[in-house]
């Protein structure tokens, strides 16, 4: 029992790095840098379409793990991470919080997740002006270590955020960032109506956003 065991994890292994393998590949064709970056970056996506399977400690822990060694102003660390996992006590109502549009995908998720950051520092309880950049810095090390290693990991905010605040608890001097929904990638399923969603997106060219000196209106 134990070899079987032994030999269907080593195929679901094979499974998801050739998986990870192809999804990279139809990244590397669809996007393309116009300066040299780090192919993490370039093949981070969000897709929607999860198979439903959940997710082992280690591999949930890890995404937390990564979002923990991002840099924050004074080192506050501000972000707050709240997740259910499926079938969990917990699960259905995170999953109320979504928007219909949003839960019609994230049913297949293995985990929600709620962001949050604290609104002031630490060591003197003054505002911190850049907790919510700060909590999105984290976010993005989750979202790249999450997809390096072949999962779905959207971040959303078609949720309640009122519903969010109240019945997770979370006091005044917290602000309510995100929901993001964590899996494994899955194959077709119900999501016609979120086919064009889910394409492969662009980016706008650096003129548009980058400039020297002064702000230019591009609008």
Request: proline share 4%; hydrophobic share 40%.
């Amino acid at each position: 029992m134990l070899i079987q065991k032994k030999i269907v994890k080593r195929i679901s292994l094979v499974v998801l790095l050739f998986a990870v393998g192809a999804h990279k590949e139809v990244l590397s064709v669809k996007r393309k840098a116009d300066h040299k970056i780090l192919n993490t970056i370039l093949e981070r996506w969000s897709p929607r379409t999860m198979s439903g399977e959940s997710l082992s400690q280690d591999e949930l822990m890890s995404l937390f793990e990564a979002a923990r060694w991002a840099p924050s102003s004074y080192n506050n660390q501000p972000w707050r991470y709240i997740y259910a996992e499926k079938d969990s006590p917990e699960w259905q109502k995170f999953f109320n919080f979504l928007v219909s549009q949003n839960q019609e995908w994230c049913k297949k998720a293995a985990a929600l997740i709620v962001v949050i950051s604290k609104d002031t520092f630490d060591f003197n309880g003054k505002p911190s002006r850049t907790h919510s950049f700060d909590a999105g810095a984290s976010w993005e090390n989750l979202a790249i270590q999450g997809n390096a290693v072949g999962l779905v990991v959207h971040a959303m905010q078609g949720f309640d955020y009122d519903r969010v605040k109240k019945e997770l608890n979370i006091p005044d001097g917290y602000s309510v960032e995100a929901m993001i929904a964590v899996g494994k990638p899955g194959k077709g399923g119900n999501l016609e109506a979120l086919q064009e969603m889910e394409e492969i997106t662009q980016r706008k060219p650096l003129s548009e956003t980058v400039f020297k000196g002064t702000f230019i209106s591009k609008s």
